[in-house]
Nanobody
Framework: QVQLEESGGGLVQPGGSLRLSCRTSPDTFGIATMGWSRQTPDQLREMVASISTLDGAIYGDSVKGRFTISRDHARHTIYLQMNSLKTEDAAVYYC?????????WGQGIQVTVSS
């Protein structure tokens, strides 16, 4: 059973920053490609960023240069540092783990960008 624990969402003003965290088990962390997707009520789920040993960090076009994904091996955690947030970044963000081509998802965490 793959478990993903997300944290760090909330309300921020446009131009502000937030950091999301996603923790998993050591076994999962060691073999999975992990990342973040996001979804708004009227849009399909959008890939935000992913990270793996093989491919490194990959970003969606809408967040390049503003978001940074990283991982802490000791804590079995990935992070999404979100800077220069825009109102259009507001969404539910989902952490995911791709383990041997099977996807597992966190419960989702709300990010609200509003003045």
């Amino acid at each position: 059973q793959v478990q993903l624990e997300e944290s760090g969402g909330g309300l921020v003003q446009p131009g502000g920053s937030l950091r999301l965290s996603c923790r998993t088990s050591p076994d999962t962390f060691g073999i999975a490609t992990m990342g973040w997707s996001r979804q708004t009520p009227d849009q399909l789920r959008e890939m935000v960023a992913s990270i793996s040993t093989l491919d490194g960090a990959i970003y969606g076009d809408s967040v390049k240069g503003r978001f940074t994904i990283s991982r802490d091996h000791a804590r079995h955690t990935i992070y999404l540092q979100m800077n220069s947030l825009k109102t259009e970044d507001a969404a539910v963000y989902y952490c995911y783990a791709n383990v041997l081509s099977s996807y597992y998802w966190g419960q989702g965490i709300q990010v609200t960008v509003s003045s």
